[in-house]
């Protein structure tokens, strides 16, 4: 059984054979630790075929490329080691798979929501994995809440390096019957919230030594091609693309860049309302739903890229969702 300590040299391997314009590279030390076979029998790293070798260590579960009785455990990793990072809307869904991920991955968690007892549930399942967390009940909508939220994180940690801005609530409600508080309502949770955050956030990382710092958005592919009768969640989701951008152009400075990730079908407490309790394959293969897991792999490869690079949109989305790639 093999142990992989470090997942995500995975893209930095990869990264080390494109830098090579496609050429055989040399196997990174990371790997010649957790898999020795890779070494020449002279004792020097061997060489890289390509790229298809590296994508043969299958990470986050699941069997080694050509034999099926090889797994592979995984288990804490360093790729994040020590990284503090705020999750917010954690307590469920895509939210909880982020904070999972990121856990995994070394970041000391903090997880904000509003339900205390769904939060407890997700920070014991962190520690009893070996991961941080420290949940911290939280209001994103209410200005006084989220300063305290920073202020608790500082305190305790004494920086903020990541923040992902997830909480959000959906919206099917055609535009005659949408009132004018509830159009504030989703505005207040799903743009107000993140600006509120990303305030906090901006602060801390300015001031902190290192400087800088990441703040990843979860957008949603509704922002790229709509859905019927979601206006609030539509506007919200092209406001928090405009709010990614500015925010990324006015971090440079302090070191602090922004990225927006746009999740297409995913299994979280909005597809659960729709009746879907279970991800993957539906009656058709257009009803895939993905994983929280799936788009929590996306923002750890966010978080483990060198500060100087900045992986600014992503959207990840099921193969068949004809919705999306279909519409229009």
């Not at 790997?31 to 994508?55: K, M, W």
């Not at 509003?114 to 994995?129: F, K, N």
């Amino acid at each position: 059984m093999w142990r992989i300590k470090a997942l995500w040299h995975l893209h930095c391997c990869v990264l080390a054979v494109c830098s090579t314009g496609g050429r055989p590279a040399r196997t990174p030390v990371c790997l010649i630790r957790f898999f020795p076979e890779l070494r020449e029998a002279g004792g020097e790293p061997t060489y890289l075929i390509g790229i298809r070798q590296i994508l043969d260590i299958v990470i986050y579960g699941g069997l080694a490329h050509g034999n099926p009785q090889r797994r592979i455990e995984v288990t804490m990793t360093e790729e994040l080691s020590d990284r503090v990072v705020i999750v917010t809307g954690a307590s469920n869904g895509i939210g909880r798979g982020i904070a999972e991920a990121l856990a995994a991955a070394g970041a000391k968690t903090v997880l904000a929501a509003r339900r205390t007892e769904m939060l407890q549930g997700v920070a014991s399942g962190i520690r009893s994995g070996g991961g941080t967390a420290l949940p911290v009940t939280t209001d994103v909508t209410r200005e006084d809440q989220v300063v305290q939220l920073f202020r608790t994180t500082y305190e305790t940690y004494g920086r903020v390096d990541i923040l992902v801005n997830n909480a959000g609530v959906p919206t099917h409600v055609p535009i005659e019957d949408v009132t004018l508080t509830y159009w504030q309502e989703v505005l207040d949770v799903n743009l107000t919230a993140a600006f509120l955050c990303s305030r906090e956030a901006v602060k801390i990382m300015k001031s902190q030594t290192p400087q800088g710092g990441r703040i990843i958005n979860v957008g949603s592919v509704s922002a790229k091609t709509p859905r019927p009768d979601s206006l609030p969640y539509t506007a919200t989701k092209f406001a928090l693309q405009g709010m990614t951008h500015q925010l990324t152009m006015d971090g440079r400075k302090y070191g602090v860049v922004a990225s927006i990730l746009h999740p297409g079908a995913t299994l979280s407490s909005f597809s659960t309302r729709r009746g879907r309790t279970k991800a993957g394959p539906g009656a058709t293969p257009d009803d895939y739903v993905m994983a929280a897991e799936d788009v929590a792999k996306v923002v750890v490869l966010m978080c483990s890229l060198p500060p100087e690079v900045n992986l600014y949109e992503a959207i990840i989305l099921p193969n068949h969702m004809r919705s999306f790639i279909g519409r229009g």
